[in-house]
């Protein structure tokens, strides 16, 4: 009965950065695990995604300015975001897969089955 805790997140100013992590001992599996984002009134998103290979992908609008990891030394996955702006402000999400493939696509919520209860990111001006 492993529970995913997200942590970092916070209001920021436009153009500066969070790092956000997700504690669960699932990160030493290596299974499939990606980072979702909810804003209110839209539809939940995939912003990034890491296979079991260590293999990323990326939503297109957060490309070169955020990075998915994972720390098995600290049991976290993270998400390091550089350059923010207003349309990052969300609830974040972290979420983990069944196995190291990421089946539906590391962007699609049917690839995961387990989900942690989300940490707030708000950006300013």
């Known amino acids: 009965q492993e529970r995913l805790v997200e942590s970092g997140g916070g209001s920021v100013q436009s153009g500066g950065s969070l790092e956000l992590s997700c504690y669960s001992t699932?990160?030493?599996?290596?299974?499939?695990m990606g980072w979702f984002r909810q804003a209110p009134g839209k539809e939940r998103e995939g912003v990034a995604g890491?296979?079991?290979?260590?293999?990323?992908s990326y939503a297109e609008s957060v490309k070169g300015r955020f990075t998915i990891s994972r720390d098995k030394t600290k049991n976290t996955l993270n998400l390091t975001m550089n350059s923010l702006n207003s349309e990052d402000t969300a609830m974040y999400y972290c979420a983990v897969g069944s196995s190291r493939y990421c089946t539906s696509g590391t962007l699609n919520s049917r690839t995961y089955a387990n989900w942690g209860q989300g940490t707030q990111v708000s950006v300013s001006s």
């Open positions: 699932w990160v030493a599996s290596s299974v499939c």
């Open positions: 890491i296979d079991g290979y260590g293999r990323t």
